[in-house]
C-alpha cells in the first residue's frame, strides 16, 4: 500500500499517497455498489485526472475505514455528503494528500518541486521577499501555504498577493510559519506547518 506519510494535528488526520498503481487496479479496490463512481468517471475524459479522482477515494476509505462520497460547492471546496467530516484534498505530480477533522476546518496543499515556480513568483510574494538566490523550496513553500490559507478562508476573489502574507521563516525539512489574511476584516491568522524534500512540498493548517 503506497500510503507515503500519515499523521495527526490538533484532531485532524492528514495523509499522502505516492501514485503507484493503474485506475483499474484502484477502483478494484473501491467495493460500494451505492456510490456514483463510473458515472463520475465517465465525466473525467483525462487518464490523470481519473487517476486523482481514484486515489482520493481510496485514500479516503484507507482514512475513515469506509468508503464515502465526495461532492463539491459551487467554489470548487470538496465536502462528505454524510457531514462526518471535513475534507480537504490537494494533488500534484504522483501525489495525493487528505486532510480530515470531524469539527474544524482543515486545509492542506501539496506542490512538485519544479523551477517553474521562478516564473509566476512575483505573482505571490513582493520583490523584498525573494532574489535570484532564494531556494526554489522556499518559494514553492511559500506559495503552497498562501494555497492552504485560500482554502482555509472558502472566498473567491482571494488575490495571493495583495490578501495574502507569509511572514518570513527559516526553511527546514519540516517546519512551521505563520500567515495572515487581509481579504476581510477579519484579518485572520494561521500557523502552517510544512514539510519538504527532493519531490515536493506540503503544508498543512487546522482551523
Request: net charge negative.
Amino acid at each position: 500500500m503506497p500510503l507515503w506519510k500519515e499523521w495527526t494535528e490538533e484532531g485532524a488526520r492528514f495523509a499522502i499517497w505516492q501514485v503507484g498503481e493503474t485506475a483499474g487496479e484502484l477502483r478494484k479496490r473501491l467495493i460500494s455498489s451505492s456510490l456514483p463512481y463510473d458515472e463520475e468517471l465517465a465525466c473525467l475524459k483525462a487518464e490523470s485526472r481519473r487517476l486523482e479522482y481514484l486515489v482520493v477515494r481510496v485514500l479516503l476509505r484507507t482514512l475513515c475505514g469506509e468508503e464515502k462520497q465526495i461532492k463539491h460547492l459551487p467554489s470548487g471546496k470538496p465536502y462528505l455528503a454524510d457531514g462526518s467530516f471535513h475534507i480537504t484534498i490537494s494533488h500534484t505530480r504522483g501525489y495525493v494528500a487528505i486532510g480530515l477533522h470531524p469539527q474544524r476546518e482543515v486545509g492542506i496543499d501539496i506542490e512538485y518541486v519544479s523551477e517553474r515556480v521562478r516564473k509566476v513568483v512575483d505573482r505571490f510574494m513582493y520583490p523584498e521577499e525573494f532574489n535570484e538566490s532564494t531556494d526554489t523550496s522556499y518559494l514553492l513553500v511559500h506559495w503552497s501555504t498562501k494555497e492552504t490559507m485560500y482554502k482555509m478562508m472558502g472566498m473567491e476573489e482571494v488575490d495571493f498577493l495583495k490578501h495574502l502574507r507569509v511572514y518570513p521563516f527559516w526553511l527546514l525539512p519540516e517546519g512551521q510559519c505563520e500567515g495572515q489574511e487581509f481579504r476581510t476584516e477579519r484579518r485572520a491568522c494561521f500557523s502552517l506547518h510544512y514539510l519538504v524534500n527532493s519531490e515536493f512540498v506540503c503544508t498543512w493548517c487546522v482551523n
